[in-house]
């Protein structure tokens, strides 16, 4: 969609050096899911947070095999990057599809599955999450569409495995 191209080079006219190396930090919390992955297992260490961590990680699994197993590899959709080459890249060039967006994905099934049983942690990494969504246009690797799906899915899995949690508690 042509609006989405003019969002990403809007976006590319925000450009300076510090800018530029906060969002590279930013985005790279997010890769593989790596920073989300090590704080659920930490909420999984206490007892006391253990059930907050493991929503986290079942809410990650699912939104994983949804996002990156299934519907990357089904809409096998190019990345931003890959169709105007003559935007410079901050980061490696992803191998993967587009859509939608592995980091929002990830993010916000984790931050989200976080908030809905602390919010003193949640909010945020509710934030977090949403900066790492916003980073991965600012860099040019994905479209507004590809986030925002992204931010859909892994709200979607963190409520719906959240429910199941609280279901499985009342029996």
Sequence with gaps: MPWEFDFLYALQGIHGPVLDQ????????????????????????PKKTR??????????????????????????????????????????????????????????????????????????AVILAAVIAFSRMYLFVHFPTDVFTGIVIGTACAILVHRGFRRREKV
């Design 22 to 45: 906060l969002m590279v930090f930013i985005s790279t919390l997010g890769n593989a899911g790596i920073f989300w992955i090590i704080l659920s297992l930490i909420f999984c260490i």
């Design 51 to 124: 059930k907050t961590g493991l929503q986290m990680v079942v809410t990650m699994a699912i939104a994983f095999i949804i996002a990156n197993l299934i519907l990357k590899n089904l809409v096998a959709r190019d990345r931003p990057c890959w169709i105007d080459k003559s935007v410079s890249l901050l980061i490696p060039d992803p191998k993967d599809f587009s859509f939608p967006s592995g980091h929002s994905v990830n993010g916000f099934a984790a931050s989200v599955a976080l908030l809905l049983n602390d919010k003193r942690f949640g909010i945020p």
